[in-house]
């Protein structure tokens, strides 16, 4: 059964913030799947709520990051430490952030904008959405997105961080818009399923990227209180256990739904690029900046005598990082991997900021409901 036959396309390009087969009698459990295969069904749902929640949750985290750096600019030297920064981006967050582009705006790419505004630091004048059915997303125009139109290679060539969303069959088509037209610093967030970082890169002959390949922990399908089936995504943000449970470093990886050992390193690179492309940073302020940010802790000198032992060499005694090309992170042992993998205490450093990033924004949103 086609989808468009059960559902209004108002209900598919606008739907709730967690089920993505809300509306969809197509891949309804109970209609589809009434006799011995329901079971089977049960846990391919489970998994797509679980790998819909860690999309949103790192893209909206990484985002944030990166918008710190934008926003804060050479004075994150002057005040990396947690309880200042905090203070310092309450006083920044008027200042021009990074601009936040969506290519493909189906339900994933409508999920996502949604909460970059609400818990990715995005204003509605920074994002930019192009999308086939935009005269659909109603909700974004009212919202004041900045830019609501059906143009792949304008978003390219006006936006910093560039997410795409598009089916595997659609890349080609993307592809042919956008080739020749990225701006050399773009970073582009790849969510197409099944479509190698790899091979886009080549295609489009650009080297930032960031990929995420999760792998599902088998406890996932033998143990049904690990995971939700159909939890909204704002619902699992308060859960500290199920965040935890998402977290690519938590250090009881036994407890850990979801693994990438690729995506931390490659975000901790990208953040090095865009706060190369943003500040005057030299490398030990880059990396006490890195460490507060993705470790709470700006005087990590496990990372910071690293870096100098190892790449100083390779770096020829430069004072500024280089351009980092994502794209090889894939295919070599970083530095950052090896430090994580051999000290559990970095890795519950990062689990723990991560988890306590969304905290402080529930919070606010609850009181001002009140």
Sequence with gaps: MDAYQSSSLKELFDPPTGNLTSGLESV??????????????????????????????????????????????????????????HRLMAELRREIGLKIGIIGVGRLGHLLAK???????????????SSRQADLLTDMIETGVAFCKFNNAHIVENCDIVFICVAPHQVRYVVDDIRDRIKPNVIIYHLILGFPALKLASLLQHTHFIKPSYQLNTSLDQNESTWPISDDIET???????????????????????????????MFYA???????NTTL?????????????????????????????????MNNTEFFPDFNLVHLKTEQ????????????????????FISHYTPIIKQQQQQQQ
């Excluded at 929640?53 to 893209?59: Q, S």
């Excluded at 909460?115 to 959405?129: H, I």
């Excluded at 308060?238 to 050992?261: A, H, P, Y």
Aim: charged share 25%; net charge positive.
């Design 334 to 353: 970083s530095i950052l991997r090896n430090l994580l993998d051999q000290n559990p205490k970095l890795r519950h450093l990062f689990s723990d900021t």
């Design 115 to 129: 909460f970059l505004m609400r818990y990715g630091d995005v204003y509605p004048e920074e994002l930019f959405l």
């Design 271 to 277: 953040l090095l690029n865009v706060l190369k492309f």
């Design 236 to 266: 699992v943000f308060k859960n500290d256990i199920l965040m935890k449970r998402i977290s690519l470093e938590n250090e009881d990886q036994n407890d850990s739904l979801v693994r990438d050992d690729d995506f931390i390193p490659t």
């Design 282 to 314: 030299n490398r030990i302020q880059s990396l006490r900046v890195i460490s507060a940010l993705l470790f709470n802790n700006p005087n990590l000198d496990l990372i910071i005598q690293t870096f100098r032992n190892l790449e100083t060499e390779q």
């Design 28 to 85: 309804q459990l109970d209609k589809i799947c009434p006799g011995g295969f329901s079971n089977l069904f049960t846990q391919l749902r489970r998994r797509s709520n679980l790998l819909t929640v860690t999309h949103i949750a790192y893209a909206c985290y990484f985002v944030t990051l990166a918008n710190r750096i934008k926003r804060g600019g050479d004075q994150l030297k002057e005040a990396p430490m947690k309880k200042r920064s």
